[in-house]
């Protein structure tokens, strides 16, 4: 079983996009997408800096968008489609349109609002998010607990994601649990936790109005990391996941016991092959970063790269 991944919020780098649009039909494709989500998605891409494209409401479309103009042109260049997708965090959007849940319309018109509504979320109170690499799990979860800090991404691989105040996050810093790294995200606030209820309502008002296909294709779930077989299942997770925990250490256990035989992240891509390497060795994977990144995962993909 090969599937692909979808990454979440902070996968982002400046001009990421810019060899993709050598690639036909991707710049008419986001030209659409801009329009759908309400960012100039192509020059968010392609010319803005860090600091523009880490402001929420952007990252989020300019993350899905990214994704999915890379799947079709994996997809393409296969002439086949994968066994499987699964997306981080808001790279669900991204899995549901591949799944056959969402049109890549109705996709991008979702995304565009999620990232509006958390940014005016988060722009309630000072937050963030830390990744803490390593240490003792239960010690972690403790100190996470002692800070009135939440776990808000349990990845995998030894990574946890602290979220809240940027006061009790900076105490985190300063106080570690022994045997850890933290190391502060780039993103704009304290995504999948209680700050983010407001954007909750406004999503699943959007959802309500949106028509969702069973899936097409096995789709995993982050909030138990479980295949979901209602694609009006599958969306509602979506919204209320905003402010509930990422379990993608679950999904990769779930990876595991389905037997998934490789793993393709699509950009822009680098974090969840990462984890998987740690978490799920020997399972081969490609990171699609680039177009020059596709013959080797269609390889991967039609088996003939085994």
Known sequence: MIITVFPGQGAQTPGFLEPWLAVPGVRERLERYSAD???????????????????????????????????????DAA?????????????????????????????????????????????????????????????????????????????????????????ALAALAESPVAGTRVIPLQVAGAFHTRFMAPAVDSLRAAAAGVEASDPALALWSNSDGEPVASGRRALDLLVAQVASPVRWDLSMESFAAHEVTGIIELAPAGTLVGLAKRALRGVPTVAVKTPDDLAAAAALLTGEGA
Do not use: K
């Open 37 to 75: 989500s309400g960012v100039d998605l192509i020059a968010a891409g392609t010319e803005w800096d860090a600091d523009q494209i880490r402001d929420t409401q952007v990252a989020q479309p300019l993350i899905v968008a990214a994704s999915l103009v890379s799947y079709a042109a994996l997809t």
């Open 79 to 167: 002439g086949a489609e994968p066994d499987g997708v699964a997306g981080h965090s808001v790279g669900e959007i991204a899995a549901l349109v591949a799944a056959g849940v969402l049109s890549d319309d109705d996709g991008m018109r979702l995304v565009g609002l999620r990232g509006r509504a958390m940014a005016e979320a988060a722009a309630a109170a000072q937050t963030g998010m830390s990744a803490i690499i390593g240490g003792d799990r239960d010690a972690v979860l403790a100190r996470l607990a002692e800070l009135d800090l939440t776990p808000a991404n349990h990845n995998g691989a030894g990574q946890i994601v602290a979220a809240g105040t940027l006061d």
